[in-house]
Structures are given as structure tokens and as C-alpha cells.
């Protein structure tokens, strides 16, 4: 059944200095033998081992989450597994981005925010919230990935809410943006969304050939995770296998 989680954004935005700059700048304020008490260079520290923390904690977090989702076979997460110790991590994340000024980011660690709410947390009014802010600022910022994941998720909640006209506008807006990107994989994802859409809605037809066409997008980019989705769409849209529940447990 519609509404599985989004793979994780690709490709990522360009990286500022390394972390392991950041942490170079900061170890010999570390040392009060060396250098003279300066409240300013005290609070850049602050702000260097922010941005350090955010960034760990935004990677963290989608470490847990993307092996959660893969926890099971076939790609899917296994019974009983639980991806919810992510969500701290995304909201500390955003909460360090706004605070040290990296709109990129913050927007994107907002995006998971709002991803794990709905998938997990299931408080789909949290979710939409949260994913409206983020679209707002990747809409400022011309940011087409992150939108496009807000897109999709967005139309995820439509679905949810009995609305499948919003629900097929939103995931149609999300393939556009990963088109124009590209980011193919993500296009092959949402292909696959739009025909577990056209299976709710009893058209099998249209389901297949968005099926066929996600599956050619997919074996160009070499995309292993939307080949196993889209196979698992396939099974259902045969009668071989019961739709799966909205979100993963």
C-alpha cells in the first residue's frame, strides 16, 4: 500500500570544510597553556563543534534509519526492528543547523524529521508541518532534491487522507523535479509510488506501465534498491502478494 519511506536523498549537497579542518581550528583554543582566554574564540569554538555535531548527528541518523529499512529480506525492514532512535538525531541535527545558519542542511535534516513522523511516528499532522517548513525552504533556496522529497511525502499524507487526486499531483511534482535534477534512482522511486497509487485505485493497467518504464530508469542508473521495489510492486499488481501496511512497523 502506498506511503513506504523515501530512499535517501542522492546526490548529496557540496560539503564545506572537512570535519576534520573544523576539529584542527578548534584543538589549540583546547589548550589554556597556549593560547590567551578570548570569550569571541571561545564562542567560534562553540559554534565549530556545532556544526561538527550536526553533521554527525544528521549522518547518524540515516545510518539507523537506512538499516532499519534494509533490516529484512529483500530489502525491507524486519519484523520488530526499529528506526525511531533516528529521530532525536534529525531533530538535534535541524535545531544545530538553524542555530549556526546552514539553511542546506537544516532543511534536509527537517526533511527527515518529517519523513520519520509520518512513517513511523504515524502523527501525520507533525509530519505535514514539519515537511511544509522544509519545503518552504528548499523552495527559497531553488533546492529541487529536497523538495522533491517533501513532494513525495506530501502525497504519501494526501493518500492517507483520502485524498488521491492531491496524492498523485504531489508524487507526479516530486518525478518532475528528479527529472530536471537528475537524479534518475529518485525518478525510479517515484514511478514506483505512482503505481502502487494506480493499484489502490483497481487500475492495473497504468500500474504495469509505470512499473515497466520505473524499471528502465532503474537498470540504467543502476539503482539495486528501486529493482527490488519495483519487483515487489510487480508481485502485488500480479494477485501473488498482499499489500503491505502503510508505513514500516
Known amino acids: 500500500m502506498l506511503a513506504g519511506p523515501m530512499t535517501a536523498p542522492e546526490p548529496p549537497h557540496p560539503a564545506d570544510a572537512s570535519l576534520e579542518d573544523r576539529l584542527d581550528r578548534i584543538s589549540p583554543l583546547l ?16 559554534q565549530l563543534l556545532d556544526q561538527v555535531e ?7 541518523g540515516r545510518l539507523i534509519y537506512e538499516r532499519f529499512l534494509r533490516s529484512g529480506p529483500g530489502g525491507s525492514p524486519a519484523r520488530g526492528a526499529n528506526g525511531l532512535p533516528a529521530l532525536p538525531l534529525f531533530r ?3 535545531e544545530l543547523f538553524h542555530r549556526t545558519g546552514d539553511a542546506v542542511r537544516e532543511r534536509e535534516a527537517l526533511f527527515w524529521v518529517g519523513t520519520l513522523e509520518q512513517t513511523l511516528n504515524r502523527n501525520y499532522a507533525e509530519a505535514a508541518v514539519t515537511l ?20 513525495r511525502h ?13 496524492a498523485r499531483a504531489h508524487l507526479e511534482e516530486s518525478v518532475r523535479l528528479r527529472r530536471e535534477i537528475p537524479f534518475p534512482a529518485g525518478v525510479a522511486m517515484g514511478l514506483v509510488a505512482l503505481a502502487e497509487l494506480s493499484l489502490e485505485q483497481k ?3 497504468a ?10 530508469v532503474a537498470r540504467a542508473a543502476g539503482a539495486d534498491g528501486a529493482l527490488a521495489a519495483i519487483g515487489e510492486v510487480r508481485q502485488r499488481a500480479s494477485g501473488t502478494k498482499h499489500a503491505v501496511p502503510p508505513s514500516p512497523e
Open 54 to 60: 550536526a553533521r554527525v548527528a544528521l549522518a547518524r
Open 203 to 205: 487500475d492495473r493497467d
Open 207 to 216: 500500474a504495469i506501465r509505470l512499473l515497466d518504464e520505473a524499471a528502465e
Open 92 to 94: 538535534r541535527a535541524a
Open 154 to 166: 506530501l502525497g504519501f499524507l494526501a493518500f492517507l487522507e483520502g485524498v488521491p487526486v492531491e
Open 31 to 46: 589548550q589554556i597553556e597556549s593560547h590567551r582566554w578570548d570569550a569571541d574564540e571561545w564562542a567560534r569554538s562553540d
Open 132 to 151: 511544509e517548513r522544509a519545503g518552504e525552504l528548499a523552495k527559497t533556496a531553488g533546492d529541487r532534491l529536497v523538495l522533491s522529497g517533501v513532494e
